[in-house]
């Protein structure tokens, strides 16, 4: 298995303040923290080989900008070469600073293109004021960067979603679509011409916002969808946020169990044959370890005792005054 493991290491001024050794420690922790969970998440689910060119998109956001900024340190240390591709797609809504991402970018070492594409009339044509705008707008989006990662020839499509990410999916679609279903590290697109990696997916959001606070990454809000705090995914965060709070621990331990499934333990029959199950009993029973302890009461064969009936007069006695 090919490991990718963070090869970097920053040593401290000794000019420096106590405070500013603190904080400058605490950052290294998380840089390397952050770099391990991507490099594990790369092994664990094979998503960089040698020779792939990766298009890394970019929103602006905080995940995408730390997804690049991690790939990049990666990429001098890594076991095989790749190339990473950075990718804007502009969808015009009004007040979008068009000029950030090329600065930013253009501070980097990084191939980078910027995608024109109106889809913000398009999203605000065909969805009702007040509504959710978010699954027409990524269907839009998601159909546009596909078809431009065949254009640039990558092979490979990395998103910046995390491990809160895709929990809070799974609970998405078990709530509000009536389904047992997330987001995986790794997907092979409907139509087979893409596959999509999701190298921050063991990364832990509150993680990604220290370390982009501390980059101080120039982040581009998103409010293509209004009102953020009204929709069903804050509603989601809120609560596992709250979960997490009462039970640390409780997400992480949500996203294990995504990682350990037992079908025959659901109800889906697609995934498990429930209708021809048959039971074999060719060999020894095992006896649980009761022994001969055991004692059958009741009427019928296999009684080794009358059953223990209650007395005629037993409700007249509980009534008693």
């Not at 001024?13 to 500013?20: I, L």
């Not at 990410?165 to 995986?184: C, H, K, Q, S, W």
Request: aromatic share 8%; proline share 5%.
């Amino acid at each position: 298995m090919v490991q990718f493991v963070d090869a970097s290491a920053t040593a401290l001024n000794a000019e420096t303040s106590p405070a500013e050794k603190k904080q400058k420690t605490e950052f290294n922790k998380l840089q390397k923290r952050l770099r391990r969970e991507v490099g594990r998440a790369i092994a664990d689910f094979n998503m960089i080989e040698d020779g792939d060119r990766i298009m890394v998109c970019l929103s602006g956001g905080k995940d995408s900008y730390t997804m690049l900024d991690i790939l990049q340190n990666l990429q001098k240390s890594a076991p095989v070469s790749f190339e990473l591709v950075a990718v804007n797609l502009d969808q015009k809504q009004p007040g979008f600073p068009e000029h950030v991402l090329p600065e930013y970018l253009d501070s980097l070492d990084i191939e980078y293109y910027i995608v024109n594409r109106d889809t913000y009339s398009v999203v605000k044509e065909k969805v009702p004021e007040g509504r959710t705008t978010c699954g027409l707008c990524s269907r839009l989006r998601r159909g546009t960067l596909y078809g431009f990662a065949e254009d640039i020839g990558a092979n490979k499509v990395a998103l910046g979603h995390h491990r809160d990410d895709i929990v809070e999916t799974m609970f998405l679609n078990m709530f509000y679509g009536a389904r047992l279903a997330a987001m995986p590290p790794k997907l092979l697109s409907d139509d087979k011409r893409n596959i999509v990696i999701r190298p921050m997916a063991y990364c832990k959001e509150s993680d990604i916002a220290a370390f982009s606070e501390y980059k101080q990454f120039p982040i581009i809000p998103c409010n293509l969808c209004g009102s953020q705090e009204n929709l069903q995914r804050q509603n989601i965060k809120a609560m596992l946020e709250q979960w997490d709070k009462e039970h640390p621990g409780r997400i992480q331990q949500i996203f294990n169990s995504m990682q350990n499934i037992a079908p025959s333990q659901m109800a889906d029959k697609q995934l498990f044959d429930f209708e021809n199950l048959q039971i074999d009993r060719s060999s020894e029973r095992d006896d649980q370890g009761f022994g001969d302890g055991q004692v059958i009461e009741g009427v019928g064969d296999f009684a080794e005792a009358p059953p223990r009936l209650r007395p005629d007069n037993l409700i007249d006695t509980l009534n008693v005054n």
